[in-house]
């Protein structure tokens, strides 16, 4: 049987908003959009798939199964790691390495909590950068505005 993506369905304007680059004017908008998502990647038939395949395009932007670049670097080198063999060249290596994802899904769900983590990391140093910054160029210790208006990159997932 022949499975198609959640996503197959989607205008294509919305599709590329939602899975495509970090790229629209309004972050906040399109915070919201990844996050949807993301949730619906989660219950899609063909994840492991499409995981497989953004892995072998090295597409760098994006999410594909439900993971960002980094992520899907990190899947990657976790199965290495563990001994899957990774050759871009092999005609069936798309196919290995998805089987490899459906039989190991707690290495997709360790990628995404490095990744949460990671992204927790860089908005809280970014915060603390621009109160640095904030308050030396105020002399009060006050935090900027802009800081409690950006979307909350560490819930993405
Ligand atoms: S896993 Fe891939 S095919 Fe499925 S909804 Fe997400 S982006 Fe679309």
Do not use: H
């Not at 908008?29 to 090295?58: H, K, T």
């Not at 290495?107 to 908005?123: F, P």
């Amino acid at each position: 049987m022949f499975l198609k993506g959640e996503c197959a369905d989607f205008p294509g304007s919305w599709s590329d908003r939602m899975w495509g680059p970090d790229d629209l004017p309004n972050q906040r908008s399109q915070y919201d959009l990844r996050r949807a998502a993301v949730r619906i990647c989660e219950a899609c038939p063909v994840r492991a798939e499409c995981l497989a395949f953004g892995i072998m395009v090295r597409d760098q932007y994006g999410i594909y199964g439900g993971l960002p670049l980094r992520a899907r670097r990190q899947v990657l080198k976790t199965a290495q790691e563990a001994g899957f063999r990774f050759d871009p060249d092999d005609p069936t290596a798309a196919r290995r390495l998805a089987r490899y994802i459906r039989e190991n899904p707690e290495i997709v769900a360790a990628a995404r909590e490095k990744e949460c983590k990671r992204r927790k990391t860089e908005q809280r140093n970014a915060r603390q950068q621009r109160w640095r910054a904030a308050t030396r160029s105020t002399g009060k210790a006050k935090a900027p505005a802009a800081a409690t208006q950006e979307p909350m990159q560490d819930t993405l997932f």
